[in-house]
């Protein structure tokens, strides 16, 4: 029996443990995981990198590597020092902005240009000026890590989003103002009414457009809504690729509302996916039994799309709105296994 070829779509916190979830089901099902990643970040190391050396903000691509990275003890280090942030500069005895090393003391910035960058990202950024393809440097960064699995960006260009956002300013609470730039979005205290891409529509990556045609599964979520999943939509050739698959699809919903969905429901949700590619037709969408709540307008939401809503306890036991990468590949397996 071949190998079931899954596709996940995101960026972040999201789609690492989407992945994490799929690794644990890997075995048990023989999986062949890819992960789509959105490139549109531009805040914080990614958004530093962009802009002093352009090409791809490489953060969320690192953090799907990371999710994706092999058992094996070397790969294991690799990924903790892929993870590893430094710090801002203190030597002992040196004062503010002083370093002390080989050559003698010497003046350097505060934080000396690495304080919040992490080594995964700067690994990402160096390989892809070196081999001059993302793609081509992903796989290396990817064997690096043992990487049980693939990870490709949805364009091989960063991207820009904008949103149209309603109450951005408290003192005009019915004045729509555009938003600009991912990390501005994702923090927004309005009420986003639409999205678009800076450009409007991105050559997307051919690779990923070939592991979409490939696939038996695609799965959406969890993760940002507005700057993590539904930007995947708004490119036109993956939009096309993601219809025009004859895979199934799954859409896994969010634990608890994040300041740029502050106001929508999960039945909202999964409205939006309708809203911004109305040919989605969804197969399953999976929701935490008691992030879910009522199931009715839930239910009738996933119906809309062709879709069966499925409960499971997926969320971590501490209360926080953090998936399980253990309990999510739980539920996974079931849905996942009964359609080979």
Same mark, same amino acid.
């Given at each position: 029996?071949?190998?079931?070829?899954?596709?996940?779509?995101?960026?972040?916190?999201?789609?690492?443990?989407?992945?994490?979830?799929?690794?644990?089901?890997?075995?048990?099902?023989?999986?062949?995981?890819?992960?789509?990643?959105?490139?549109?970040?531009?805040?914080?190391?990614?958004?530093?990198?962009?802009?002093?050396?352009?090409?791809?903000?490489?953060?969320?691509?690192?953090?799907?590597?990371?999710?994706?990275?092999?058992?094996?003890?070397?790969?294991?280090?690799?990924?903790?020092?892929?993870?590893?942030?430094?710090?801002?500069?203190?030597?002992?005895?040196?004062?503010?902005?002083?370093?002390?090393?080989?050559?003698?003391?010497?003046?350097?910035?505060?934080?000396?240009?690495?304080?919040?960058?992490?080594?995964?990202?700067?690994?990402?950024? #160096?390989?892809? &000026?070196? !081999?001059?393809?993302?793609?081509? =440097?992903? /796989?290396?960064?990817?064997?690096? %890590?043992? +990487?049980? @699995?693939?990870?490709?960006?949805?364009?091989?260009?960063?991207?820009?989003?904008?949103?149209?956002?309603?109450?951005?300013?408290?003192?005009?609470?019915?004045?729509?103002?555009?938003?600009?730039?991912?990390?501005?979005?994702?923090?927004?205290? #309005?009420?986003? &009414?639409? !999205?678009?891409?800076?450009?409007? =529509?991105? /050559?997307?990556?051919?690779?990923? %457009?070939? +592991?979409? @045609?490939?696939?038996?599964?695609?799965?959406?979520?969890?993760?940002?809504?507005?700057?993590?999943?539904?930007?995947?939509?708004?490119?036109?050739?993956?939009?096309?690729?993601?219809?025009?698959?004859?895979?199934?699809?799954?859409?896994?919903?969010?634990?608890?509302?994040?300041?740029?969905?502050?106001?929508?429901?999960?039945?909202?949700?999964?409205?939006? %996916?309708?809203?911004?590619?109305?040919?989605?037709?969804?197969?399953?969408?999976?929701?935490?039994?008691?992030?879910?709540?009522?199931?009715?307008?839930?239910?009738?939401?996933?119906?809309?799309?062709?879709?069966?809503?499925?409960?499971?306890?997926?969320?971590?036991?501490?209360?926080?709105?953090?998936?399980?990468?253990?309990?999510?590949?739980?539920?996974?397996?079931?849905?996942?296994?009964?359609?080979?």
């Amino acid at each position: 029996m071949t190998a079931t070829r899954v596709v996940a779509f995101g960026g972040g916190h999201g789609l690492s443990a989407s992945l994490r979830a799929l690794r644990r089901c890997a075995p048990e099902l023989d999986l062949d995981i890819t992960a789509v990643v959105t490139v549109g970040d531009d805040g914080g190391s990614s958004g530093r990198l962009r802009a002093e050396r352009g090409g791809l903000p490489p953060g969320d691509l690192r953090q799907a590597l990371v999710a994706l990275a092999g058992d094996h003890p070397s790969t294991r280090r690799s990924a903790g020092l892929f993870q590893h942030r430094f710090a801002e500069v203190s030597a002992a005895g040196a004062g503010p902005g002083t370093r002390t090393g080989a050559a003698g003391r010497h003046t350097v910035p505060q934080g000396d240009g690495l304080a919040g960058h992490a080594v995964g990202n700067l690994v990402l950024c #160096g390989l892809m &000026e070196l !081999l001059g393809d993302p793609v081509a =440097a992903l /796989e290396h960064a990817g064997a690096m %890590l043992g +990487a049980v @699995g693939r990870v490709l960006p949805m364009s091989c260009e960063p991207v820009g989003i904008e949103a149209r956002v309603r109450g951005v300013d408290p003192a005009r609470p019915d004045d729509v103002d555009t938003v600009t730039g991912q990390h501005q979005v994702a923090v927004t205290t #309005g009420r986003v &009414e639409s !999205l678009r891409l800076n450009p409007e =529509a991105p /050559e997307a990556c051919p690779q990923a %457009l070939d +592991a979409i @045609g490939a696939a038996d599964w695609l799965i959406f979520g969890p993760g940002s809504w507005y700057t993590s999943v539904l930007p995947h939509l708004l490119v036109p050739e993956l939009a096309a690729a993601i219809v025009g698959s004859p895979a199934r699809r799954l859409v896994t919903l969010n634990l608890a509302a994040e300041k740029e969905t502050f106001g929508l429901s999960l039945a909202d949700h999964l409205a939006e %996916l309708r809203w911004y590619l109305p040919e989605l037709k969804v197969d399953y969408v999976l929701g935490d039994s008691k992030a879910v709540g009522d199931p009715e307008p839930v239910g009738r939401a996933a119906e809309s799309l062709g879709a069966r809503l499925v409960l499971a306890p997926v969320a971590v036991t501490d209360g926080t709105p953090r998936h399980d990468p253990a309990a999510l590949g739980a539920a996974l397996v079931p849905v996942l296994g009964a359609a080979r």
